[in-house]
T-cell receptor, first 111, second 114 residues
Framework: SQQGEEDPQALSIQEGENATMNCSYK?????LQWYRQNSGRGLVHLIL?????REKHSGRLRVTLDTSKKSSSLLITASRAADTASYFC???????????FGGGTRVLVKP | KAGVTQTPRYLIKTRGQQVTLSCSPI?????VSWYQQTPGQGLQFLFE???????NKGNFPGRFSGRQFSNSRSEMNVSTLELGDSALYLCACAQGVTGANVLTFGAGSRLTVL
């Protein structure tokens, strides 16, 4: 079963605009990660935020984490057509590398 | 460095058959996990292996099994295939099993069961 929900399920924006997507989860976590998937291929890691961090940046990506609300957000600034993909949040509350993924947000960036 | 290699990339089977999928992780990455991705259930964890030992197991029936070899390569097997087993099977590797580990995924094996 999935850990939580991602919102929105789909997002369509123009190139240059910002894209924001949210992730909620149910149980306590150690870390939260965001991954990107292009057209049903493998997932690519974007960013990891630890449970004691509130915000993290990587290039055009900004991730926030609110453990009191059990939620995270991913902001992609100045989007490009190449950012068109599905984005997944994933949490790891157990030992090892068992990740629990959200349902994903499909992002379409129109040129 | 080479990425995660999954074979075969595509395969078609019929109900009742069995299938074996292979995953070669990045050199030095000893943790290998398997995930099933379907439109209805999303990404679901199957199992994780580290040093040839299964460390975690998801909520899948016993028809789904896996193993890891001494060179860290891993295989998963699905026996008595059902239509619902049609999915993209993703393998992911990591260097360790403690702390915050980033997973590197392969391109997946797309299984179609007819």
């Amino acid at each position: 079963s999935q850990q939580g929900e991602e919102d929105p399920q789909a997002l369509s924006i123009q190139e240059g605009e910002n894209a924001t997507m949210n992730c909620s989860y149910k149980t306590s976590i150690n870390n939260l990660q965001w991954y990107r998937q292009n057209s049903g291929r493998g997932l690519v890691h974007l960013i990891l935020i630890r449970s004691n961090e509130r915000e993290k940046h990587s290039g055009r990506l900004r991730v926030t984490l609110d453990t009191s609300k059990k939620s995270s957000s991913l902001l992609i600034t100045a989007s490009r057509a190449a950012d068109t993909a599905s984005y997944f949040c994933a949490t790891d509350g157990a030992a090892g590398n068992k990740l629990t993924f959200g349902g994903g947000t499909r992002v379409l960036v129109k040129p | 460095k080479a990425g995660v290699t999954q074979t075969p990339r595509y395969l078609i089977k019929t109900r009742g058959q069995q299938v074996t999928l292979s995953c070669s992780p990045i050199s030095g990455h000893r943790s290998v996990s398997w995930y099933q991705q379907t439109p209805g259930q999303g990404l679901q964890f199957l199992f994780e292996y580290f040093s040839e030992t299964q460390r975690n197991k998801g909520n899948f029936p016993g028809r789904f099994s896996g193993r890891q070899f001494s060179n860290s390569r891993s295989e998963m097997n699905v026996s008595t295939l059902e239509l619902g087993d049609s999915a993209l099977y993703l393998c992911a590797c990591a260097q360790g099993v403690t702390g915050a580990n980033v997973l590197t995924f392969g391109a997946g094996s797309r299984l179609t069961v007819l």
